[in-house]
């Protein structure tokens, strides 16, 4: 599977959008981005996957470039509650694959 | 979304003894299922794959005698740590899929095990 990098730690102001980037730039034309977030001593929480459409969905918005070497998670209106580590992973299709982390990007929702 | 619950949510044991944490599919029937380890400050990582009714199959650097998984049947998945040791403790996450035609992974709340 192709690697991410993210930048390991972002502060957002309460209310405020938290945009997230990634960049996957070896990313292959049959890999998903996938983003899951982890509040501390919890497991992963999914919250928005896409091929090379922009999505959304209740929790947040998924931006992928056009190349697809890049993408951002958007929440719109950053809680206290959405402080968590955020991973991008990128995966082969739907087959029930494991996912492999990377260190992710810590985000701080500051009041 | 689909739930996947974790028994216990936290352990002590001595050093020396076993421990199992099971990880169960509420409300899914799950053909593979995930366990994953998560030391402080770092990433989850890859300990097994087990599918049901099938033998696990280990990441490189896992001890399959030390780290028993069992996948009796398609909504549980039970993980037993054998003799135990301080350098054993840690978080313990499964996840668990349906398998094909689904993308969403259901990860368990995690196992915190410690052990002295």
Not at chain 1, 47 to 69: F, V, Y
Not at chain 2, 53 to 74: C, M, P, R, W
């Amino acid at each position: 599977d192709a690697k991410t990098t993210q930048p390991p730690s972002m502060d957002c102001a309460e209310g405020r959008a938290a945009n997230l980037p990634c960049n996957h730039s070896t990313i292959s034309g049959n890999e998903y981005v996938y983003w899951y977030r982890q509040i501390h001593s919890q497991g992963p929480q999914y919250i928005i996957h896409g091929l090379k459409n922009n999505e959304t969905n209740e929790m947040a918005s998924l931006i992928i470039t056009e190349d697809r070497k890049s993408s951002t998670l958007i929440l719109p209106h950053a809680t206290l509650r959405d402080t968590a580590v955020y991973y991008c992973i990128v995966r082969v299709g739907d087959y029930g694959q494991n996912f492999v982390f990377g260190p992710g990007t810590r985000l701080s929702v500051l009041p | 979304g689909a739930v996947v619950s974790q028994h216990p949510s936290w352990v002590i044991c001595k050093s020396g003894t076993s421990v199992k944490i099971e990880c169960r599919s509420l409300d899914f029937q799950a053909t593979t299922m995930f366990w994953y380890r998560q030391f402080p400050k770092q990433s989850l990582m890859l300990m097994a794959t087990s599918n049901e009714g099938s033998k696990a199959t280990y990441e490189q650097g896992v001890e399959k005698d030390k780290f028993l998984i069992n996948h009796a049947s398609l909504t549980l998945s039970t993980l037993t740590v054998t003799s135990a040791h301080p350098e054993d403790s840690s978080f313990y996450i499964c996840s668990a899929t349906t398998g094909q035609g689904k993308h969403e992974q259901f990860f368990g709340p995690g196992t915190r095990l410690t052990v002295l």
